[in-house]
């Protein structure tokens, strides 16, 4: 079965500390990987897409990292913000239209 | 833009009863989709739309209906609620649903079934 698993599940860090999340999947045809910021009570917001044959991607102070060979993602932030406090999705693409979403980890980041 | 637009924000409903959750967009993309968000869940895809016209199965749709009559629209109608439907709905929408487009997803519906 085609699953997108992310660690932690939950994370605290000081306001200016660095993190990363991970996520690991097992899903076939890949086409593409993303990772999305999920404030509470919003919709998700798309932060990077990767596709196979890409192995960084950065957004501000975000940057994505794929090892398709492992089949793992990291996710990265650095100098952590208040706002950066929101569960972070990581979504893998089977074939065209099927998004498999991952359970997200749930960041708080503190003054 | 207005982006991605979803109403109600809230709904409370009885068992049995049913509803429609609209969402509309303005950015002419032919694929939009709804989604289901449970605790401790990823989300889950419902029904998907390629444009006008055309749907189909997600992950999920057994209790859900959906249809396409305008490119804008995507309503998602629960004909006879049920508790095991209280969640948290988001559409979403993209250009053309290839895989590598960035999708759009809407501020959610708050959905409680008594």
């Known amino acids: 079965k085609n699953q997108v698993e992310q660690s932690p599940q939950s994370l605290i860090i000081l306001e200016g500390k660095n993190c990363t999340l991970q996520?690991?999947?097992?899903?076939?045809?890949?086409?593409?990987l993303r990772w999305y910021k999920q404030d509470t009570g919003r919709g998700p917001v798309s932060l990077t897409i990767?596709?196979?044959?890409?192995n960084t991607k950065s957004n501000g102070r975000y940057t994505a990292t794929l090892d398709a060979d492992t089949k793992q993602s990291s996710l990265h932030i650095t100098a952590s913000q208040l706002s950066d406090s929101a569960s972070y999705i990581c979504?893998?693409?089977?074939?065209?239209?099927?998004?498999?979403f991952g359970t997200g980890t749930r960041l708080k980041v503190l003054a | 833009n207005a982006g991605v637009t979803q109403t109600p924000k809230f709904q409370v409903l009885k068992t049995g009863q049913s509803m429609t959750l609209q969402c509309a967009q303005d950015?002419?993309?032919?694929?939009m989709s709804w989604y289901r968000q449970d605790p401790g869940m990823g989300l889950r895809l419902i029904h998907y739309?390629?444009?006008?016209?055309?749907?189909d199965q997600g992950e999920v749709p057994n209790g859900y209906n959906v249809s396409r009559s305008t490119t804008e629209d995507f309503p998602l109608r629960l004909l006879s609620a049920a508790p095991s439907q209280t969640s948290v709905y988001f559409c979403?929408?993209?250009?053309?649903?290839?895989?590598?487009?960035?999708?759009?997803f809407g501020p959610g519906t708050r959905l409680l079934v008594l």
């Open positions: 979403a929408s993209s250009y053309t649903g290839t895989s590598i487009e960035t999708q759009y």
């Open positions: 996520c690991n999947y097992t899903v076939s045809p890949f086409s593409n």
């Open positions: 990767m596709t196979f044959s890409e």
């Open positions: 979504v893998v693409i089977e074939g065209t239209y099927k998004y498999i």
């Open positions: 950015m002419n993309h032919e694929y």
């Open positions: 739309s390629v444009g006008a016209g055309i749907t």
